[in-house]
């Protein structure tokens, strides 16, 4: 199971037995991704934790292992690209995930597994995600996405 709490800015999900990860937090625009510190420095750290705790109090008393950051990929309109990239015989991509692929990850991983490998009726269909949607003008819409969160919000390409 995987939690978005938006009161709490914060998300996690279980990870392998005993684990789990947890992340939140502002996202700077215009991070330039050369230049940035890839490590969670330990104010973030004990903020996430406090938070995970309030939902969790279970977790009050977890260990810390580790932790990094990154930059946040926004796609145009705000869905990831996944699936064979055009132009790039073989080559399947997964990006643009808008932050969403931390919680996401094991479904993404097996529909990509499935399509890559022929799978006739997939148990995830993703080809409305497909990198190729840019090309054809056919961006995916979607009423209920998030809207407290403008760093998330841009225009599909003209």
Request: charged share 20%; glycine share 10%; aromatic share 10%.
């Amino acid at each position: 199971m995987t939690y978005i709490d938006g009161v709490l800015d914060i998300y996690y999900r279980p990870d392998s037995p005993g684990l789990t990860l947890a992340g939140g937090g502002a996202m700077d625009a215009g991070v330039n991704p050369d230049h940035f510190k890839p490590d969670a420095d330990a104010a973030f750290v004990e903020e996430v934790a406090e938070k995970v705790s309030q939902r969790m109090p279970v977790m009050e008393n977890a260990t810390y292992t580790h932790g990094w950051s990154g930059v946040f990929a926004v796609s145009a309109d705000l869905h990831p690209l996944l699936g064979p990239v055009p132009g790039y015989e073989h080559l399947f991509g997964i990006f643009g995930c808008n932050g969403t692929g931390f919680k996401t990850a094991p479904a993404v991983g097996r529909a990509l597994a499935e399509q890559i490998t022929g799978v006739s009726t997939p148990a995830i269909a993703i080809t409305s995600l497909r990198p190729a949607r840019y090309m054809e003008e056919a961006w995916v819409s979607d009423p209920y996405g998030y809207s407290d969160r403008p760093q998330e919000h841009t225009e599909p390409p003209q």
